[in-house]
């Protein structure tokens, strides 16, 4: 259904609704329905640079399940590395490693992607097991994403799966039927669509678990320190 579409299916139960007021609660119950439900999964693609520690990670992205590196996938670090970041020279007091290790592990501090290989930096008398990467290849992030959020252009559709579209409108709906001072106050009925609006995420969720993919690879940026 295009944005349009749903303002309609909206607007028949609360006539006195704009297409602003609409497609701001469309928009919070798009980010409601992609995070409950995982329904849609992205991959983002960036090459790595040597001695890049640290990738802006796409706010869009809510979880990232897994990374590969050089088209390997790598394992996700469990805690921080002793020396959280080596991108630096050598008047910083670290001394990296000048050798290139295949044993990677990936992390994630402050909205940012960290990739570390094995290796063996010092700082103030401090010795870390891992080093930023040393080579330049290709990092492929496997994500749980929110879905864009709609604009003003009414022909837009939502990038959740067709048989979910409804559920959006579902929600919408329910929560006009709870404005207080509104003329269509009802919090039975709206008891009823916020049901709707559940049962179509739970249904979203089973089929996430099938890895239901809405869209291509994007790109991650990277970021210097």
């Given at each position: 259904?295009?944005?349009?579409?749903?303002?309609?299916?909206?607007?028949?139960?609360?006539?006195?609704?704009?297409?602003?007021?609409?497609?701001?609660?469309?928009?919070?119950?798009?980010?409601?329905?992609?995070?409950?439900?995982?329904?849609?999964?992205?991959?983002?693609?960036?090459?790595?640079?040597?001695?890049?520690?640290?990738?802006?990670?796409?706010?869009?992205?809510?979880?990232?399940?897994?990374?590969?590196?050089?088209?390997v996938e790598i394992p996700?670090?469990?805690?921080?590395?002793?020396?959280?970041?080596?991108?630096?020279?050598?008047?910083?007091?670290?001394?990296?490693?000048?050798?290139?290790?295949?044993?990677?592990?990936?992390?994630?501090?402050?909205?940012?992607?960290?990739?570390?290989?094995?290796?063996?930096?010092?700082?103030?008398?401090?010795?870390?097991?891992?080093?930023?990467?040393?080579?330049?290849?290709?990092?492929?992030?496997?994500?749980?994403?929110?879905?864009?959020?709609?604009?003003?252009?009414?022909?837009?559709?939502?990038?959740?799966?067709?048989?979910?579209?409804?559920?959006?409108?579902?929600?919408?709906?329910?929560?006009?039927?709870?404005?207080?001072?509104?003329?269509?106050?009802?919090?039975?009925?709206?008891?009823?669509?916020?049901?709707?609006?559940?049962?179509?995420?739970?249904?979203?969720?089973?089929e996430a678990r099938n890895?239901?993919?809405?869209?291509?690879?994007?790109?991650?940026?990277?970021?210097?320190?």
């Open positions: 259904m295009t944005q349009k579409q749903l303002i309609e299916l909206i607007q028949q139960h609360h006539p006195n609704m704009g297409e602003t007021e609409i497609r701001a609660s469309l928009n919070r119950a798009q980010d409601i329905f992609t995070a409950k439900s995982e329904v849609i999964k992205k991959t983002y693609v960036q090459n790595s640079a040597i001695g890049q520690r640290y990738y802006t990670l796409d706010p869009q992205i809510l979880r990232i399940y897994k990374v590969q590196f050089n088209a996700r670090l469990s805690g921080m590395p002793a020396i959280d970041d080596d991108e630096f020279d050598s008047g910083t007091g670290i001394t990296s490693s000048n050798t290139s290790s295949n044993e990677r592990a990936w992390y994630v501090d402050s909205g940012r992607l960290g990739l570390v290989e094995k290796g063996s930096i010092t700082k103030d008398g401090v010795t870390s097991n891992y080093n930023s990467v040393t080579a330049v290849k290709e990092i492929r992030m496997y994500t749980v994403s929110q879905a864009a959020d709609f604009t003003a252009d009414l022909t837009e559709i939502s990038s959740i799966p067709t048989q979910f579209h409804e559920g959006l409108a579902y929600k919408v709906i329910s929560d006009g039927y709870l404005k207080a001072g509104a003329t269509e106050f009802n919090p039975q009925v709206a008891s009823i669509f916020d049901g709707r609006f559940k049962e179509s995420m739970s249904d979203a969720k089973k890895a239901y993919l809405t869209s291509g690879a994007s790109i991650v940026n990277p970021t210097s320190f």
